[in-house]
């Protein structure tokens, strides 16, 4: 199928690389189908989680990893059961990132590491956890 990315522009992708929301995300629950594309050269540090429904609508996530971060939070039964996840090691999780301010003295990004996203990469489904309470350790490791 073809996405017109505002981002890529026109992207070819094929119905198995469809990732399932069934819930929808926060604030676009009428979507439910996304898919995964990044900038040619982007050496897949940062995606795009591009919907199939809307082509407007497009996040840019990363793993949080990739800021430095260790990250964990628990799942509910009721979120385990809606990833169809029965192996730990089949979850992916990312966080959405936006540019934060105009101007070269307020350059930089902003994530959202209170509703983190969180894949099934065995059975290409996804939701998008709310964190309500800041009871969650986050570990930060400076790169020398």
């Given at each position: 199928?073809?996405?017109?990315?505002?981002?890529?522009?026109?992207?070819?992708?094929?119905?198995?690389?469809v990732i399932?929301?069934?819930?929808?995300?926060?604030?676009?629950?009428?979507?439910?189908?996304?898919?995964?594309?990044?900038?040619?050269?982007g050496g897949?540090?940062?995606?795009?989680?591009?919907?199939?429904?809307?082509?407007?609508?497009?996040?840019?996530?990363?793993?949080?990893?990739?800021?430095?971060?260790?990250?964990?939070?628990?799942?509910?039964?009721?979120?385990?059961?809606?990833?169809?996840?029965?192996?730990?090691?089949?979850?992916?999780?990312?966080?959405?990132?936006?540019?934060?301010?105009?101007?070269?003295?307020?350059a930089g990004?902003?994530?959202?590491?209170?509703?983190?996203?969180?894949?099934?990469?065995?059975?290409?489904?996804?939701?998008?956890?709310?964190?309500?309470?800041?009871?969650?350790?986050?570990?930060?490791?400076?790169?020398?």
């Amino acid at each position: 199928m073809k996405i017109e990315s505002p981002v890529l522009g026109a992207v070819e992708v094929t119905e198995d690389k469809v990732i399932e929301f069934p819930a929808g995300l926060p604030g676009f629950e009428q979507l439910h189908r996304f898919v995964l594309l990044h900038e040619e050269g982007g050496g897949g540090k940062v995606y795009l989680l591009q919907s199939v429904d809307d082509a407007n609508v497009t996040l840019s996530i990363t793993g949080p990893e990739q800021l430095g971060i260790t990250y964990e939070f628990p799942l509910s039964d009721a979120e385990t059961a809606s990833l169809l996840l029965s192996r730990p090691e089949d979850a992916v999780v990312a966080v959405v990132i936006r540019k934060d301010g105009e101007g070269p003295a307020n350059a930089g990004l902003r994530a959202n590491f209170l509703a983190p996203i969180v894949i099934n990469i065995r059975q290409q489904r996804g939701l998008q956890k709310v964190i309500d309470k800041l009871d969650y350790d986050i570990v930060l490791r400076v790169r020398g």
